[in-house]
Protein backbone atom coordinates (compact mmCIF):
# COMPACT_ATOMS: atom_id res chain seq x y z
CA UNK A 1 0.00 0.00 0.00
CA UNK A 2 1.27 3.53 -0.77
CA UNK A 3 2.38 5.71 2.36
CA UNK A 4 0.22 8.95 2.45
CA UNK A 5 1.01 12.09 4.43
CA UNK A 6 -0.71 14.84 6.52
CA UNK A 7 0.23 18.09 7.90
CA UNK A 8 -0.57 18.60 11.44
CA UNK A 9 -0.85 22.01 12.98
CA UNK A 10 3.22 21.78 14.11
CA UNK A 11 4.30 21.21 10.50
CA UNK A 12 4.52 17.47 11.75
CA UNK A 13 3.78 14.73 8.91
CA UNK A 14 1.33 12.02 10.21
CA UNK A 15 1.84 9.33 7.80
CA UNK A 16 -1.00 7.03 6.81
CA UNK A 17 -2.09 4.17 4.79
CA UNK A 18 -5.12 3.18 3.41
CA UNK A 19 -7.17 0.02 2.41
CA UNK A 20 -10.93 -0.63 0.49
CA UNK A 21 -13.21 1.93 -1.49
CA UNK A 22 -12.94 5.32 -0.91
CA UNK A 23 -17.04 5.33 -0.88
CA UNK A 24 -17.51 2.94 1.85
CA UNK A 25 -18.15 3.84 5.43
CA UNK A 26 -14.76 4.77 6.87
CA UNK A 27 -12.90 3.47 9.75
CA UNK A 28 -9.72 5.42 11.26
CA UNK A 29 -7.57 2.76 12.93
CA UNK A 30 -4.73 4.43 15.48
CA UNK A 31 -2.27 2.56 17.29
CA UNK A 32 -0.46 2.18 20.48
CA UNK A 33 2.30 2.51 22.38
CA UNK A 34 5.98 2.56 19.83
CA UNK A 35 3.88 0.40 17.46
CA UNK A 36 2.75 1.09 13.84
CA UNK A 37 0.18 1.32 11.49
CA UNK A 38 1.24 -2.35 10.42
CA UNK A 39 -0.09 -3.86 13.62
CA UNK A 40 -3.86 -3.56 12.34
CA UNK A 41 -2.97 -5.92 8.85
CA UNK A 42 -4.61 -8.59 9.45
CA UNK A 43 -7.85 -6.89 10.59
CA UNK A 44 -7.75 -4.61 7.01
CA UNK A 45 -7.68 -7.57 5.02
CA UNK A 46 -10.92 -9.14 6.69
CA UNK A 47 -13.27 -5.89 6.21
CA UNK A 48 -11.32 -4.26 3.59
CA UNK A 49 -14.73 -5.58 1.53
CA UNK A 50 -16.49 -3.51 3.00
CA UNK A 51 -15.01 -0.08 4.90
CA UNK A 52 -12.78 1.89 3.87
CA UNK A 53 -9.82 1.76 6.10
CA UNK A 54 -7.08 4.18 7.09
CA UNK A 55 -3.99 3.17 9.18
CA UNK A 56 -2.23 6.49 10.41
CA UNK A 57 1.29 6.20 12.28
CA UNK A 58 1.68 8.19 15.79
CA UNK A 59 3.79 11.07 15.82
CA UNK A 60 7.42 9.66 16.51
CA UNK A 61 6.53 6.37 15.06
CA UNK A 62 6.75 4.19 11.88
CA UNK A 63 6.87 6.56 8.88
CA UNK A 64 5.74 9.72 10.66
CA UNK A 65 7.92 12.71 11.63
CA UNK A 66 9.59 12.48 15.38
CA UNK A 67 10.31 15.72 16.73
CA UNK A 68 13.31 15.57 19.14
CA UNK A 69 11.21 18.55 21.70
CA UNK A 70 9.33 15.76 24.41
CA UNK A 71 6.77 18.60 24.97
CA UNK A 72 5.66 17.78 21.08
CA UNK A 73 4.29 14.40 22.73
CA UNK A 74 2.54 16.09 25.58
CA UNK A 75 0.71 18.52 23.99
CA UNK A 76 -2.90 17.18 23.80
CA UNK A 77 -3.77 19.41 21.18
CA UNK A 78 -1.39 18.30 18.71
CA UNK A 79 -2.70 14.50 19.61
CA UNK A 80 -5.83 16.12 18.25
CA UNK A 81 -4.80 17.82 15.35
CA UNK A 82 -3.02 14.85 14.21
CA UNK A 83 -5.79 12.67 13.87
CA UNK A 84 -8.02 15.90 12.31
CA UNK A 85 -5.20 16.19 10.03
CA UNK A 86 -5.59 12.52 8.39
CA UNK A 87 -9.27 12.50 8.66
CA UNK A 88 -9.16 16.24 6.33
CA UNK A 89 -6.47 14.33 4.32
CA UNK A 90 -7.96 10.88 3.53
CA UNK A 91 -11.25 12.97 3.11
CA UNK A 92 -13.38 10.64 5.93
CA UNK A 93 -16.96 11.96 6.52
CA UNK A 94 -18.30 10.44 9.89
CA UNK A 95 -15.38 7.83 10.69
CA UNK A 96 -15.53 5.64 13.24
CA UNK A 97 -12.40 5.92 15.15
CA UNK A 98 -10.67 2.53 16.91
CA UNK A 99 -7.85 3.34 19.60
CA UNK A 100 -5.56 0.35 21.07
CA UNK A 101 -3.81 0.96 24.17
CA UNK A 102 -2.29 4.18 23.85
CA UNK A 103 -4.56 5.22 21.27
CA UNK A 104 -6.83 5.79 23.13
CA UNK A 105 -5.26 8.75 24.90
CA UNK A 106 -4.91 9.76 21.43
CA UNK A 107 -8.31 9.44 20.78
CA UNK A 108 -9.51 11.49 24.24
CA UNK A 109 -7.22 14.28 22.85
CA UNK A 110 -9.10 14.26 19.43
CA UNK A 111 -12.76 13.92 21.77
CA UNK A 112 -11.36 17.47 24.01
CA UNK A 113 -9.92 19.33 21.52
CA UNK A 114 -12.33 18.34 17.82
CA UNK A 115 -15.60 17.15 20.00
CA UNK A 116 -17.52 13.61 18.56
CA UNK A 117 -20.22 15.36 17.08
CA UNK A 118 -18.18 14.37 13.46
CA UNK A 119 -18.01 10.61 14.48
CA UNK A 120 -19.96 7.79 14.11
CA UNK A 121 -18.48 6.22 16.97
CA UNK A 122 -15.29 5.18 19.08
CA UNK A 123 -14.26 1.64 19.70
CA UNK A 124 -11.02 0.99 22.20
CA UNK A 125 -9.34 -2.22 22.55
CA UNK A 126 -7.04 -2.90 25.36
CA UNK A 127 -7.17 1.23 25.67
CA UNK A 128 -5.78 3.20 28.75
CA UNK A 129 -7.63 5.74 31.14
CA UNK A 130 -4.86 7.77 32.86
CA UNK A 131 -1.03 8.68 31.96
CA UNK A 132 1.49 9.92 34.17
CA UNK A 133 0.48 10.96 38.02
CA UNK A 134 -3.37 10.35 36.81
CA UNK A 135 -3.01 6.67 36.26
CA UNK A 136 -4.02 4.59 39.51
CA UNK A 137 -2.13 1.08 40.66
CA UNK A 138 -5.62 -0.80 39.75
CA UNK A 139 -4.84 -0.10 35.56
CA UNK A 140 -1.40 -0.87 35.40
CA UNK A 141 -0.67 -5.08 34.05
CA UNK A 142 2.59 -6.43 35.52
CA UNK A 143 3.35 -6.02 31.59
CA UNK A 144 3.05 -2.49 30.97
CA UNK A 145 6.04 -1.08 29.48
CA UNK A 146 6.43 1.69 32.05
CA UNK A 147 7.68 -1.10 34.49
CA UNK A 148 10.18 -2.02 32.33
CA UNK A 149 13.47 0.79 32.22
CA UNK A 150 15.10 -0.64 29.58
CA UNK A 151 12.25 -0.05 27.23
CA UNK A 152 13.62 3.85 27.18
CA UNK A 153 17.16 3.22 27.63
CA UNK A 154 19.71 4.39 24.71
CA UNK A 155 21.63 1.35 25.04
CA UNK A 156 20.43 -0.54 21.62
CA UNK A 157 20.90 -4.33 22.58
CA UNK A 158 18.86 -4.09 25.67
CA UNK A 159 16.19 -1.97 24.17
CA UNK A 160 15.57 -4.66 21.97
CA UNK A 161 15.31 -7.50 24.09
CA UNK A 162 12.76 -5.20 26.48
CA UNK A 163 11.03 -4.77 23.12
CA UNK A 164 10.91 -8.04 22.29
CA UNK A 165 9.95 -8.99 26.21
CA UNK A 166 7.10 -6.57 25.46
CA UNK A 167 5.98 -7.76 22.42
CA UNK A 168 5.71 -11.35 23.69
CA UNK A 169 3.84 -10.12 26.68
CA UNK A 170 1.23 -8.40 24.26
CA UNK A 171 -0.88 -11.30 23.69
CA UNK A 172 -1.72 -14.54 26.08
CA UNK A 173 -0.23 -16.69 23.29
CA UNK A 174 2.69 -16.58 21.22
CA UNK A 175 2.39 -15.34 18.13
CA UNK A 176 3.67 -16.39 14.37
CA UNK A 177 7.10 -16.11 14.25
CA UNK A 178 6.79 -14.09 11.10
CA UNK A 179 4.60 -11.34 12.53
CA UNK A 180 5.81 -11.36 16.22
CA UNK A 181 9.04 -10.50 14.14
CA UNK A 182 7.61 -7.71 12.24
CA UNK A 183 5.87 -6.19 15.66
CA UNK A 184 9.05 -5.73 16.94
CA UNK A 185 11.10 -4.27 14.44
CA UNK A 186 7.93 -1.71 13.96
CA UNK A 187 8.41 -0.80 17.85
CA UNK A 188 11.99 -0.22 17.19
CA UNK A 189 11.24 2.42 14.59
CA UNK A 190 10.33 4.29 17.83
CA UNK A 191 13.38 5.76 19.32
CA UNK A 192 13.37 5.91 22.83
CA UNK A 193 13.08 9.84 23.07
CA UNK A 194 9.62 9.49 21.84
CA UNK A 195 8.93 6.65 23.90
CA UNK A 196 9.98 8.70 27.66
CA UNK A 197 8.35 11.54 26.09
CA UNK A 198 4.76 9.47 25.50
CA UNK A 199 4.22 9.09 29.61
CA UNK A 200 5.57 12.62 30.26
CA UNK A 201 2.37 14.33 30.56
CA UNK A 202 0.01 13.30 33.87
CA UNK A 203 -3.54 13.23 32.20
CA UNK A 204 -7.01 11.36 32.94
CA UNK A 205 -8.73 10.61 29.98
CA UNK A 206 -12.22 9.80 32.10
CA UNK A 207 -13.49 13.70 31.24
CA UNK A 208 -12.95 13.41 27.17
CA UNK A 209 -14.62 9.66 26.97
CA UNK A 210 -17.63 10.95 29.66
CA UNK A 211 -18.50 14.20 27.49
CA UNK A 212 -18.68 11.55 24.28
CA UNK A 213 -21.75 11.50 22.65
CA UNK A 214 -21.08 9.07 19.93
CA UNK A 215 -21.85 5.44 20.64
CA UNK A 216 -18.68 4.02 21.62
CA UNK A 217 -17.22 -0.19 22.37
CA UNK A 218 -14.98 -1.26 24.42
CA UNK A 219 -13.11 -4.69 23.75
CA UNK A 220 -10.88 -5.99 26.77
CA UNK A 221 -8.79 -8.71 26.56
CA UNK A 222 -9.36 -11.22 30.19
CA UNK A 223 -5.54 -11.81 30.03
CA UNK A 224 -4.65 -8.54 29.22
CA UNK A 225 -0.98 -8.29 31.44
CA UNK A 226 -0.47 -4.82 30.17
CA UNK A 227 -3.82 -2.57 30.68
CA UNK A 228 -5.77 -4.22 33.32
CA UNK A 229 -9.56 -5.76 32.03
CA UNK A 230 -11.25 -3.34 35.12
CA UNK A 231 -9.86 -0.45 32.89
CA UNK A 232 -11.74 -1.54 29.93
CA UNK A 233 -15.00 -1.99 32.14
CA UNK A 234 -14.28 1.45 33.68
CA UNK A 235 -13.78 3.36 29.89
CA UNK A 236 -16.93 1.70 28.83
CA UNK A 237 -18.82 2.57 31.77
CA UNK A 238 -18.17 6.18 31.88
CA UNK A 239 -18.87 6.59 28.04
CA UNK A 240 -22.51 7.83 28.10
CA UNK A 241 -23.16 4.99 25.39
CA UNK A 242 -20.70 2.35 25.91
CA UNK A 243 -20.73 -1.30 25.67
CA UNK A 244 -18.48 -3.27 27.44
CA UNK A 245 -17.46 -6.34 25.36
CA UNK A 246 -15.01 -8.51 27.19
CA UNK A 247 -12.78 -11.53 25.61
CA UNK A 248 -11.83 -14.65 27.71
CA UNK A 249 -8.74 -15.71 26.86
CA UNK A 250 -7.02 -12.93 25.29
CA UNK A 251 -4.26 -10.63 26.04
CA UNK A 252 -3.32 -7.09 24.70
CA UNK A 253 -3.96 -7.24 20.98
CA UNK A 254 -7.37 -8.80 20.84
CA UNK A 255 -7.60 -7.75 16.75
CA UNK A 256 -4.21 -9.89 16.71
CA UNK A 257 -5.05 -13.02 18.60
CA UNK A 258 -8.52 -12.93 17.66
CA UNK A 259 -9.30 -11.08 14.13
CA UNK A 260 -12.10 -13.12 13.10
CA UNK A 261 -13.89 -12.00 16.27
CA UNK A 262 -12.24 -8.21 16.43
CA UNK A 263 -13.79 -7.93 12.69
CA UNK A 264 -17.04 -8.83 12.81
CA UNK A 265 -17.45 -6.86 16.06
CA UNK A 266 -16.35 -3.81 14.73
CA UNK A 267 -18.14 -4.37 11.65
CA UNK A 268 -21.88 -4.55 13.52
CA UNK A 269 -20.83 -1.95 15.98
CA UNK A 270 -19.78 0.05 12.54
CA UNK A 271 -22.96 -0.78 10.88
CA UNK A 272 -25.30 -0.18 13.78
CA UNK A 273 -23.77 2.90 14.48
CA UNK A 274 -23.60 4.41 11.54
CA UNK A 275 -27.58 3.39 11.42
CA UNK A 276 -26.98 1.56 8.37
CA UNK A 277 -28.08 -2.42 7.85
CA UNK A 278 -25.64 -4.88 8.32
Same mark, same amino acid.
Given at each position: ????????????????????????????????????????????????????????????????????????????? $?? =?? #?????? &?? /? *???? @?? !? %????????????????????????????????????AREDWMVGPASPGLDRDLYTEDLNRRL????????????????????????????????????? $?? =?? #?????? &?? /? *???? @?? !? %?????????????????????????????????????????????????????????????
Open positions: MTTHFATSSDGTQIAFTRKGDTALPPILLIHGWAQAGMCWEALTERLSNRFHLVAMDLRGHGASGKPDDPTAYADTT $LW =GD #DVAAVI &AA /A *ALDR @PS !L %VGWSYGSRVIAAYLTTHGSAHLAGVVLAGGILAIGAHATARFVDACTAKPLPRALYGAMVGANMLCPPHVRRA $LF =GA #DLDLRP &AY /A *AMTC @PG !L %VIHGTDDAVVTAATGQAAAAVMPHGRYLPYDGIGHAPFVEDPDRFAADLADFVTTSRGEQP
